[in-house]
């Protein structure tokens, strides 16, 4: 078991913070919503990180690489390995078991792992009362991005969505100002919305320019993996632009949900975009049908969620909160950035 990681040395330089007003809108477009630190708000609580501080007494956190729905990815030093890993901070939940079983899994089962980004080790941090996983991963490339891929386009075609499909990196120095002119100088806001157990703080992600992307490129994030045959299957999905319609209907997952997804992200890189989006009118559903046709008369009434009616929720809450005769009950630029509505359509939409 871990122990609490140590505080950063405050001489030591880990990045500049926000600084003003300006600074913190543009920090909270490109970071997880605070919210995710909030017990009263989330049961999947994230684990408060510092930029400086040791996890495991091993792991020097210096810079971060990003976030997902059940995890923070950051970029630390192995200080006994003298080497630079990824760090998986896992969010409390049982993603952070089914990761570590679907690794597992793949260790045993696959002969080539040369490509599926496997873990290295894994130990537990405690959190408020409660412990979080950490995996322990090589460090790899950006996951590819909308830009990357009008770029390389038919470079390659895998996995079944973009955030799961990762560049190779040519190695790092090691001497922290010379990643941080290659990587980008972290901005940092010291999380103080949430009444904390311990410090931590919001960090913009790297900037990984393309002259150390290397052309290996790699499949991780089995969160939601599931192995054919298993009774429970987790919570969540691919985005929707790249879930299969039947899964979308509440079908099992299955190797041919497996094949749509692939063949979307196939079509994305070909065309330079996704053939199918949410933002098309009606939904996903609706793009879909408006392409190949109408769905199964069987499928009717069996939608996971009306997905077009928690959207348009979500939107009257978010406008009513902005559009008020009230000047003093209308949202500020921050607090709307803040909002959980206005994040929630920023978040489907990849924004």
């Not at 993996?225 to 987790?234: F, R, V």
């Not at 997804?261 to 559903?285: D, E």
């Amino acid at each position: 078991m871990a122990a609490v990681g140590s505080l950063p040395d405050d001489t030591a330089d880990f990045g500049d913070y926000v600084k003003n007003y300006d600074e913190e809108t543009d920090l909270e477009v490109l970071v997880e919503p605070w919210q995710k630190y909030d017990i009263k708000k989330t049961q999947d609580v994230f684990y408060p990180v510092c930029l400086g501080e040791v996890l495991n007494e091993r792991y020097l956190i210096e810079h971060k690489l990003g976030f997902g729905g059940g995890s923070t990815v950051w970029i630390a030093h192995d200080l006994q390995g003298k080497k630079d890993v990824a760090l998986k901070v896992m969010a409390l939940g049982e993603w952070s078991d089914n990761e570590t079983r679907m690794q597992d899994e793949i260790i045993e089962n696959v002969k080539d792992t040369s490509h599926p980004v496997t873990y290295l080790g894994t130990f537990l941090v405690p959190g408020n009362q409660c412990y979080h996983r950490v995996l322990v991963f090589p460090l790899i490339g950006p996951c590819l991005s909308p830009l990357m891929l009008n770029k390389s386009k038919m470079s390659m075609a895998t996995h079944l969505n973009e955030r799961n499909c990762m560049w190779g990196m040519a190695p790092l120095s090691h001497d922290r100002s010379a990643k941080y002119e290659a990587l980008g100088r972290p901005i940092v806001q010291i999380i103080s919305w949430v009444d904390l157990w311990k410090q931590g703080e919001l960090v913009g992600p790297v900037e990984i320019p393309e002259n150390l992307r290397t052309d290996e490129f790699y499949l991780g994030d089995f969160a939601l993996a599931k192995k054919l045959g298993d009774p429970i299957t987790q919570r969540g999905r691919p985005p929707s632009q790249f879930c299969s319609p039947d899964r979308l209907h509440g079908k099992e997952p299955s190797f041919a949900c497996d094949m749509w997804s692939y063949m979307i992200i196939f079509a994305v890189l070909y065309l330079g975009f996704s053939p199918f989006h949410s933002a098309f009118k009606g939904g996903i559903i609706s793009s879909i049908t408006q392409s190949i046709g109408p769905l199964p008369k069987e499928w009717k009434g069996l939608m996971m969620e009306p997905l077009i009616i928690v959207e348009q929720q979500l939107m009257h809450t978010m406008m009513s909160k902005v559009l008020t005769y009230n000047l003093e009950e209308r949202l500020t630029a921050t607090q709307l950035l803040r909002d959980p509505s206005f994040r929630a359509i920023m978040d489907k939409y990849g924004c």
